[in-house]
């Protein structure tokens, strides 16, 4: 996901690589593990349910009331990352897609998930490969496979 605690790369480039226990060392690191994305009925009725802080909304985050921690973000979160950030696409995981992968927010944001059956799930797995500012979704044939937790 993306952070709400940080606007730039340079930020979270800044988080240090090992820590004991992310989500009281790096409000950064935590909140890119598990903030989601939300299509905007979603993301409007957990603002109004949360009673969140405008300014919050107006910035694209919420409460992420799915998970019980971080943040969800809608499309103009991640616009305002992405072109903040002279990006043109966030690439994600941590949420658990039947297919393997989800694409959000016309096509800006999506999430891969590489463990087919993860958790005796019925899920797909997948993976991107990125090639002359090309995305291209693999998706890996697991018909076969055992749980992840088998």
Not at 102 to 127: R, V
């Amino acid at each position: 996901g993306i952070p709400k605690s940080a606007d730039t790369l340079d930020q979270i480039a800044s988080v240090k690589k090992e820590l004991k226990d992310p989500e009281r060392d790096s409000a950064i690191a935590w909140e890119i593990l598990w903030s989601d994305p939300a299509h905007q009925t979603q993301f409007s009725d957990v603002a109004e349910m949360t009673e969140e802080d405008e300014n919050v909304v107006r910035m694209g985050f919420v409460r992420n009331t799915k998970r019980g921690t971080a943040f969800m973000f809608n499309e103009v979160g991640a616009n305002r990352f992405l072109i903040g950030n002279n990006l043109s696409h966030i690439i994600r995981a941590h949420e658990v897609p039947i297919p393997g992968y989800t694409w959000h927010f016309g096509n800006k944001c999506i999430t891969i998930f590489s463990c087919s059956h993860y958790c005796g799930n019925n899920n797909e797995a997948s993976c991107i490969l990125v090639d002359n500012e090309r995305l291209r979704v693999i998706i890996i044939d697991t018909v076969n496979n055992a749980s992840a937790t088998d």
